[in-house]
């Protein structure tokens, strides 16, 4: 069984990023981009079924600009086999990136992919959905536990309440949440290969699909500055503000 | 111009997250539908009809929606959806597995989480962990949207007269099956709907000393939260973070014990009326949003706030 997992470049989780002054957009110069934490886990989650045997390759496909190549050697060095970047310089939006995914799996004979849940710069949590709906596969999103076994797939997902479990026939569409595996580190010599591992590139001509963003920023702008208060000194000084200044118990 | 919004409910029961979402469906249009989805949902159904501002009620009673599973429930959304000029649902766990399809079986986009409607076309939504507020603009012709409830004050739950009209389509994929779900049972209020809210970190220490959590939290009638930290080390439930990619909250009082404060976690509380921290550590940034902050042991601290509540 092929599995395709989908790595995304995003900023790293560390920074506090700003808009710009114009508020033409965030300001991207000179931070850190990494693999989105999601994605991380899914290509864990991947890795780990070919370490079983449930999955005989693991392709790891970024879609973006050139510099996602990055994040698929990532991928790789993490135990993906081999890499696909469906390069392009326009702006990708959700429901492009679940067309060309589409397109992908089509061409590769993918029986499973694992997507990250949602992507944290811009925190849409759609991708998977898409491009489940698209491809007419099964769906499992936020998945903190995932078995194949008889051509099913068994996937426990978080809810609002607590904890879901489903089953799915194959082909599925799985996003990963945060509890799904802990990702491991990649080895020095695990980098080494990586950079001997397949990369393809592909654009979304090639895929035949129209990547015209349906939304347009018109501005990003900071959010609410919240001041910081006071300290009090003792938990009496404290339950006597909330009481008496607060007046919120 | 008519707005549909999908009821979040138990068949039994309407869920408070329906009532953000038609606020927000009512400063896009100025008609507001509502469909319920399914099996045994009458009574969901006929509290949607009271709800103020709503003028008619879909119902798919159907054992095809009983789990509300995403295929099935997204291909009767997306066909109810062509009579529509906006789609609208709270951002529940529910909404999320289930709106991202819809718009793309209408092969739109999906707007996630809005806190501010500008115009029918042009709405706020938060990105980068809520360090970003964008203003974006569709240039679909229908709109599917899920609505941050924190965003929009709840619509009246009665008061309205809404005409209900029963749907008989049933689309059953056959794609997936339900086997179980686990929800704890629990007499607190619900995270996202309490007035108050007690959260615990990584200083907890483990999950017994929640009891000192929820301690304070029957005082004050209050839920309990945690850090994605707690949650992760298994010291409370997954349903209990608060977060970016957790629950979202802002009640009257939010009262963080042993919670540094990254910016995954203030993505989840930082729009709160009140903030309260406790925290052995001075320099912890969740002191840069607290109203009040208490620098102690929660150990010591935690105890002596519940006996003199
Ligand atoms: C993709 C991604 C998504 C994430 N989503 C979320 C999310 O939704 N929600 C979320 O919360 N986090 C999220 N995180 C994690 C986040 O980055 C932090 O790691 C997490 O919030 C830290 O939890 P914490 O504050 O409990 O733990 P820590 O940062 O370890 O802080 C523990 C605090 O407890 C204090 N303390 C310890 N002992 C005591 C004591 N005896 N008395 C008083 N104080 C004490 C310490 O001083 C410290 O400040 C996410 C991270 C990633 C990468
Ligand atoms: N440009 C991209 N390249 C690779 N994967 C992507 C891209 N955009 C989205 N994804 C995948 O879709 C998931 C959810 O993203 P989103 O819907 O944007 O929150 C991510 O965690 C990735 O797995």
Redesign the pocket.
């Known amino acids: 069984m092929k599995v395709l997992v989908a790595v995304k470049r995003v900023v790293d ?1 560390n920074v506090k990023v700003r808009p710009k002054s114009d508020g033409s957009g965030v300001d991207l110069n000179n931070v850190k981009m990494s693999v ?3 994605c991380e886990i899914a290509v864990e989650e991947a890795v780990r079924l070919r370490e079983k045997g449930v999955a005989t390759e693991v392709i790891a496909v970024s879609l973006g600009d050139k510099s996602c190549q990055e994040q698929i050697r990532t991928a790789l060095a993490l135990g993906a086999d081999r890499g696909i970047l469906v390069e392009t310089d326009a702006e990708l939006q959700p429901l492009a990136v679940a067309k060309l995914l589409k397109a992908v799996i089509e061409r590769e004979g993918v029986q499973l992919a694992i997507l990250g849940k ?1 992507s ?1 710069d811009g925190d849409n949590n759609q991708t998977g959905q898409m491009l489940s709906a698209l491809a007419g596969m099964s769906q499992g999103t936020f998945a903190s536990k995932l078995d194949i076994a008889d051509g099913k797939a068994t996937v426990t997902r978080e809810v609002d309440g607590g904890l879901q479990t489903l089953e799915l026939s194959l082909p599925a569409v799985i996003t990963s949440d ?1 509890r799904l595996n802990e990702p491991r580190y990649a080895s020095l010599p695990n980098i080494m290969k990586a950079k001997k591992k397949p990369l393809d590139t592909l654009t979304p001509a090639e895929l035949g699909v129209d990547v015209t963003p349906r939304v347009k920023t018109l501005k990003v702008s900071p959010p609410p500055e919240r001041k910081a208060g006071i300290k009090v000194g003792s938990v009496e000084e404290l339950v006597d503000k909330l009481r008496n200044e607060a007046k919120v118990i | 111009m008519t707005t549909l919004v999908i009821a979040e409910h138990s068949n039994t029961e309407l869920k408070p997250a329906t009532l953000h979402a038609v606020t927000a469906a009512q400063q896009i249009g100025s008609e507001v539908h509502v469909l319920v989805a399914g099996a045994g949902c009458a009574e969901a159904a006929a509290a949607a009809s009271r709800i103020a501002g709503v003028s008619k009620v879909l119902v798919a009673d159907n054992a095809a929606y009983a789990t509300q599973l995403a295929e099935n429930m997204s291909a009767l959304i997306a066909e109810v959806a062509t009579a529509y000029d906006a789609v609208l649902a709270a951002a529940t766990a529910g909404a999320k597995n289930v709106m991202p399809r819809v718009a793309a079986l209408l092969d739109v986009a999906q707007i996630s989480e809005i806190t501010a409607v500008i115009s029918a076309d042009t709405f706020e939504r938060p990105i980068y ?1 809520g360090n970003v507020i964008a203003t974006v603009q569709s240039t679909d012709a229908r709109k599917v949207i899920t609505v941050r409830a924190t965003g929009f004050d709840a619509a009246s739950a009665e008061g309205g007269s809404a005409t209900i009209e029963a749907l008989s389509s049933a689309h059953d994929a056959g794609l997936s099956r339900f086997i179980e779900e686990r929800v704890a049972k629990s007499d607190r209020p619900e995270l996202t709907a309490a007035r108050v809210v007690v959260s ?6 483990n999950g017994d000393n929640f009891k000192l959590l929820e301690a304070v939290a029957d005082k004050l009638n209050a839920a309990v939260g ?6 992760d080390a298994g010291f409370v439930p997954n349903d209990y ?7 979202i909250v802002a009640p009257d009082l939010y009262i963080a ?9 203030l ?2 509380m930082k729009d709160s009326k009140v903030i309260v921290a ?4 001075p320099d ?1 940034p ?1 002191f840069q949003v607290a109203d009040y902050g208490l620098v ?4 010591q ?1 935690v105890p002596e706030l519940s006996s003199s509540l």
């Open positions: 989780y989105n934490p999601f949602q944290i945060l | 962990a615990g970190g990584r200083g907890m220490q945690a850090s994605r930290a707690a949650v973070q608060v977060g970016q990619t957790g629950k014990v042993g919670i540094s404060g990254a910016i995954q976690h993505a989840g406790i925290n052995k550590d912890a969740i102690a042991d929660l150990f601290a």
